[in-house]
């Protein structure tokens, strides 16, 4: 068994009501299937086996909104944990004139 976790990134439209109501209605069914917030538009879910995985996308596929774009990846749990967070550690305190900050890459 490979614990497999399935990343989902989206751009959707918040222009009017309607679409405003499919974002959230988007972002409950997230919630709702055992997704995890990592970033605004970035949610994550783990899965006990990759057709645990393909039965998440299908269900994603499900309830796609009728606008915007959705990414979904299939990682290995190793794949993830590998990932790299950076966090500036020097901000400019909106200056532009102190070039980029300071960052820290951390490894998990």
Known sequence: MRIMRLLVMFDLPTKTKTDKDNYI?????LDD?????????????????RASSESHAEQLRKHLPPAGHVVAMELTEKQYVDRKVLVNTNPSNGRDDQGPGTQLFLEF
């Open 33 to 49: 299937d055992g997704y995890q917030r990592e970033q605004n538009s970035v949610y994550s879910r783990n899965l006990l086996s």
């Open 25 to 29: 209605k988007f972002k409950r069914f």
